[in-house]
């Protein structure tokens, strides 16, 4: 177990006592259940572990499971796991093995425990920023977090997700895990490819997934670009829209993309699916799979088959294999064309530059994934049993040789499927993706088989009839999406655990109504058979993927700098200190309006009578002078969907209309003291 902080309760067991807690749990789970004891430690203690075992009638299983997962108070977790939301919108911080939710962050929909999104400008800029110039978006579909690295490592500083719904990207910090950008990503409609950071955080990869309407002068206007689409006429979708993969580069010390340096790689109209990009000797390349190559556009009604059953018509799909160090190089040449602020390499550039191939890949694929050395790409195709594996080394040479099978209807070259191939496993039924430990397995997960299989990776992992072997396999709950090992996809996996997303509880959790939760399992990866060891239902989203990462890179602050904008980790320009405070009449930008410059320490707003003008802009700069940890305050004003959670150090800016004329108590939304209801105030807004 990880460090230990603060103190245990008193009926902690000592080290001792757990010892030999353990050792009579081992016998018992190595003879069955009749036989299983687990002794009395020593007298004093006299813990009825037998009695509680036999009243909660817990199998031998139940109780590893237990005594592997539990975490005391004041004892930290291993890993840290970012979990997306889906369709929350949000990212869900877990421990593991323990499971313990720690943090939900407001990521595309508006949090209001984090007063993100509620009258706080800053935070109401990242989101309206980062919608896409017809709506206010106020909600996105996280699937795929992204942890930056360095040397191909993750490093624990900052932490990216995709929209899928809206093709857009964010950042958060990891210093204080609040979200400071999002990113609507030109000539992208919807986004599933990413993200996935290029080795050292340089960019930030992100891919779309359905055809997007495409103008080959002007790329995609969200509201403004129109194309035909006709079930009766397969061209329109293979003429009239594109997909495409963007590389944003990220400024690392401002934790900001910067679209200006930024490049993308239009792609053709299939269906592009998840995004990885290589190290080692996959350094710069980066491999998408797709589906739907047939461009199947559905129509139902038309009397077309629906998309489902177009796109299975191909045995194959194809897997683009994308120099991106070479496109690069493109984009500094100059051969690019300017669309909606971002640099883009046509389709035809990128097939006579020679940046762009086709590796066939079994049909309908889902992930694409990279072992631990960078030199094999694992794909599962969900409709075949099998995982597919390539060489970095074969794709380079191949592509070097020019050892081509054909080309797609674009004219994009088609490498040779078995000269890139270097392995198929047979795994077992809807193999989905696949991660790996720091023993050379790989694991991945089987959505129809309800199982993960475990299952040895070539040379030099692995040589001769050990190689490319399913070792063991284990029966997860129900329907396993994606899986999630402690930094798999990078160069050093640590092992120990597996972490299933299962998309289906069914049974499994008192029915509490007809939308169940989503179910994660934790899986014991040490031994020679995996074992699961405990469940953890997510009400709060559907996770699609997460990454795990050793905790003791996380650098969180504990309290920020005095005066700070957290969105921007600079001196906020209206900080104050304690006996600054003043209300200001004023104008902003030629109207009226009433300046607020207020601090909160417990358990007092000062000012507590606040006085404006009805018709006013209101802006009330907010300092928490607080400089212990955790005495957060909230500012929330009644009626007026205001509320922000101002951390120690920080400075916020709430701001409104004063549009209706009342008079209007505010108080401190955060539990924080023993005068924390005394901690209130008056908004008088005099009628006009
Ligand atoms: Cu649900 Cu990666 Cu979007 Cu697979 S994703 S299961
Ligand atoms: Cu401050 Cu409650």
Not at 524 to 533: A, F, N
Request: aromatic share 10%; proline share 7%; charged share 25%.
């Amino acid at each position: 177990m990880a460090k230990r902080n603060g103190r245990r309760g008193r009926k902690g067991v000592s080290r001792r006592e757990f010892l030999s807690l353990a050792g009579g749990l081992a016998v018992g789970a190595a003879v069955g259940y009749t036989a299983f004891k687990l002794t009395t430690p020593t007298p004093e203690a006299a813990i009825p572990y037998q009695d509680i075992i036999e009243k909660r009638g817990l199998t031998p299983d139940d109780v590893e499971g237990a005594l592997k997962t539990y975490l005391p108070g004041g004892v930290y977790d291993e890993f840290i796991l970012f979990a997306s939301g889906g369709h929350s919108g949000q990212v869900l911080v877990f421990g593991v093995p323990s499971m313990k939710l720690y943090r939900v962050i407001g990521v595309f929909t508006p949090e209001p425990w984090q007063g993100y999104g509620y009258g706080v400008k800053e935070t109401m800029e990242v989101l309206k920023n980062g919608s896409n110039g017809i709506r206010y978006l106020t909600w996105g579909d996280v699937h795929h977090p992204e942890i930056s690295r360095t040397n191909g490592e993750f490093d624990g500083e900052w932490l990216f997700v995709n929209d899928k719904a809206n093709g857009r990207v964010a950042v958060v910090s990891l210093k204080d895990f609040e979200t400071k950008q999002i990113v609507k990503i030109p000539n992208t409609q919807s986004q599933h490819g990413g993200a996935f950071c290029t080795p050292n955080t340089e960019y930030v990869v992100v891919g779309s997934q359905y055809p997007t309407p495409w103008d080959p002068d002007k790329g995609y206007v969200p509201g403004e670009t129109y194309v035909e689409l006709d079930p009766n006429d397969p061209d329109t979708l293979k003429d009239n829209f594109r997909g495409t993969v963007t590389f944003l580069k990220f400024d690392r010390n401002k934790g900001r993309f910067i679209l200006e340096e930024s490049f993308q790689i239009e792609l053709p109209p299939y269906s592009q699916d998840l995004v990885c990009v290589g190290w080692g000797p996959s350094d710069g390349m980066c491999f998408i799979n797709t589906f739907n190559t047939e461009m199947a556009i559905g129509g139902v009604l038309e009397g077309k088959p629906p998309v489902e059953v177009g796109s299975a018509e191909y045995d194959f799909d194809y897997l683009h294999v994308i120099l991106w160090k070479k496109a690069e190089q493109l984009v500094k040449q100059g051969k690019y064309k300017e669309m909606n602020g971002i640099k883009v390499i046509t389709l035809d550039t990128a097939i006579k530059e020679g940046i762009l191939f086709h590796a066939p890949e079994p049909k309908s694929p889902h992930g694409a994934d990279i072992a631990p050395r960078g030199d094999y790409i694992v794909v599962a195709g969900k409709l075949e049993p099998v995982a597919t594996v390539y060489g970095a080394d074969n794709i380079k040479k191949a592509i070097e040789n020019k050892d081509f099978e054909g080309k797609d209807v674009y004219g994009v070259p088609i490498l040779r499927f078995d000269a890139v191939k270097v392995a198929q496993v047979e795994l077992g039924l809807g193999p989905l993706h696949t991660e790996f430990d720091d023993k050379g397995y790989a694991y991945t997960s089987l959505f129809i088989d309800n199982k993960i299989a475990k299952w040895t990776l070539g040379p030099p992992y692995f040589e001769g009839d050990e190689a490319w072997k399913v070792v063991d396999k284990v029966d997860i709950h129900y329907n396993i999406g994606h899986l999630a090992a402690p930094e798999s996809n990078s160069p050093s996996p640590k092992g120990k655990y597996v972490v299933a997303l299962n998309k289906w509880s069914i049974d499994r959790f008192p029915n509490l109504g007809p939308l169940k939760p989503q179910n994660f399992q934790v899986i014991d990866i040490t031994g020679e058979k995996m074992k699961v060891l405990l469940d953890y239902p997510i009400g709060i989203g559907e996770p699609h993927y997460a990454k795990i990462i050793d905790i003791n890179k996380i650098k969180a602050l504990e309290v920020y700098p005095m005066g700070v904008n957290p969105i921007t980790f600079e001196k906020h320009p209206y900080a104050i200190q304690k006996g600054e405070e003043r209300i200001e009449r004023t104008t902003i930008d030629g109207r009226p309006a009433t300046v607020v410059y207020a601090t909160v320490i417990r358990s007092t707003f000062t000012p507590d009578i606040i006085r404006v003008k009805q018709g006013d802009l209101v802006r009330i700069h907010v300092t928490n002078v607080e400089t212990t940890p955790d005495a957060t305050h909230g500012f929330a004003i009644c009626e007026l969907n205001i509320n922000a959670s101002i951390e120690p150090g920080e400075t916020a800016t709430i701001e409104f209309e004063a549009d209706k004329p009342g008079v209007y108590a505010f108080y401190c939304s955060e539990f924080c003291s023993p005068l924390h209801l005394e901690m209130a105030g008056w908004l008088i807004i005099e009628p006009a």
